[in-house]
């Protein structure tokens, strides 16, 4: 959990509508290579450090307590809007966990699938926590998110990430 400076590069492309779809490109139609219809050319360790740790940081800078010059301060959420924003951070989280299985993306291991699950699992934990305005349960599920990620890193990081 530490801090970092992250710089998001979003690229939304958006094609234009043909109020025609009677007749779509046959070419399109015909392709049986499910692999080129994703973008997956990011490289994984960007992602995982762009994508997947920036949408836990959401969660994470809503989490404990920190000390500074000021004292000591709790981090969580104590409005309805800043709950909203720890939720919405956790529902991005456990959503963009699928970009990991995508073909292309995914590792053919069972423990690769398995870990994807328990984050995605432990991200909607969150979600509900925060949902309910549950400060405990959002502490507990938050530090079991954090777990669920070590539990892929440990298998498959050589010099295991955060
Ligand atoms: C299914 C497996 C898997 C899951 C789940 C996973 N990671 Fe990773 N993560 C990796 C792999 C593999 C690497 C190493 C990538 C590389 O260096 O090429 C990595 C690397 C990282 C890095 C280091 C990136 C860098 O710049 O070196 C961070 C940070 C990270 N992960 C954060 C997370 C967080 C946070 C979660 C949970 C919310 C998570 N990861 C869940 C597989 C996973």
Same mark, same amino acid.
């Given at each position: 959990?530490?801090?970092?400076?992250?710089?998001?590069?979003?690229?939304?492309?958006?094609?234009?509508?043909?109020?025609?779809?009677?007749?779509?490109?046959?070419?399109?139609?015909?392709?049986?290579? $499910?692999?080129?219809?994703?973008?997956? $050319?990011?490289?994984?360790?960007?992602?995982?450090?762009?994508?997947?740790?920036?949408?836990?940081?959401?969660?994470?800078?809503?989490?404990?307590?920190?000390?500074?010059?000021?004292?000591?301060? #709790?981090?969580?959420?104590?409005?309805?809007?800043?709950?909203?924003?720890?939720?919405? #951070?956790? %529902?991005?989280?456990?959503?963009?966990?699928?970009?990991?299985?995508?073909?292309?993306?995914?590792?053919?291991?069972?423990?690769?699938?398995?870990? @994807?699950?328990? @984050?995605?699992?432990?991200?909607? #934990?969150?979600?509900?926590?925060?949902?309910?305005?549950?400060?405990?349960?959002?502490?507990?599920?938050?530090?079991? %998110?954090?777990?669920?990620?070590? =539990?892929?890193?440990?298998?498959?990081? $050589? $010099?295991?990430? =955060?």
């Amino acid at each position: 959990m530490g801090k970092k400076s992250v710089t998001i590069l979003v690229i939304l492309m958006a094609s234009a509508c043909s109020p025609q779809v009677s007749s779509p490109p046959k070419d399109r139609s015909s392709s049986t290579s $499910s692999d080129n219809e994703y973008y997956t $050319s990011l490289p994984l360790k960007e992602l995982m450090h762009h994508v997947i740790d920036y949408s836990a940081e959401g969660v994470w800078k809503w989490e404990g307590w920190v000390s500074d010059k000021n004292g000591q301060r #709790a981090l969580f959420p104590t409005n309805d809007e800043e709950w909203e924003q720890a939720e919405s #951070a956790a %529902l991005t989280l456990a959503e963009v966990t699928n970009v990991l299985l995508l073909p292309g993306r995914r590792v053919d291991d069972p423990r690769w699938s398995a870990a @994807v699950e328990k @984050v995605r699992n432990s991200a909607l #934990a969150v979600a509900k926590a925060a949902e309910d305005r549950d400060q405990d349960r959002f502490f507990h599920t938050g530090s079991g %998110l954090d777990d669920a990620c070590e =539990s892929c890193h440990l298998a498959f990081v $050589s $010099s295991p990430a =955060s």
